[in-house]
């Protein structure tokens, strides 16, 4: 097997392993979307339940008040057609409650199902699996001179440029902020100095804070201006 080949084949068996890694982290997702749906459609069924418990209870109560003691035996006397439909009320009651709880039974079994499948394996280990996949077939690439793995190589040279350059900015942006922050201050001193000496030298004083806050983010400034120069000369480079 010549060397192309050998690399072609090591190729399909790490992209191979990363789309098998890729669908069942999909997969997971899928199931944990899926379940929290199947939860919401649990806890609306349950309530459902209770409340056709509560209405069977309700309908067999006026079954029994119409059926028992002195009301029961002048409904028996009279044959009085309430009774019937009392009657009636209460076993569509009872077959509504057993239609409910049959649903609530299926749903449960269903989230029962979902969550032994979830537990198989956990979500960040699927994560975790899926960019290791990522990263060896990335590996590869660049190992084996492909020009995808080419293109990632070149990438990564960018995007470490990108990360250099943003460490000056981020001092810069401290440095401005901190000088912003002594600004106030002396504001706020000089509204409350009202003439009063003390107030006044402490105005001074923050005046000279202020200052030299506004000479770092001068500096930071002027550091973030040579770090484009460079950067702007690397990638003239590369």
Known sequence: MSMKSASDAELLRVEEQRAAAVNALAEHEYALAGRGQLAGQLATEEKRVRLLTVELAREREDVVRMTSGVMGFLYALVGDEQLSIEQREALEAEARLAEAMGSLQHLSSRLASIDARLATQSYQSLVDAAAAARSAKEELLIRTHHPAGLALEDLGVRIEALNIELIPLDEAVAAGDAALAK??????????????????????GSAGEAEAAIAIFHRAIDGLSTAEDETLGFSMLV
């Open 183 to 204: 600004i106030k201050a002396v504001v706020e001193t000089l509204d409350r100095a009202q003439n009063e000496r003390v107030e006044q030298r402490d105005a001074r």
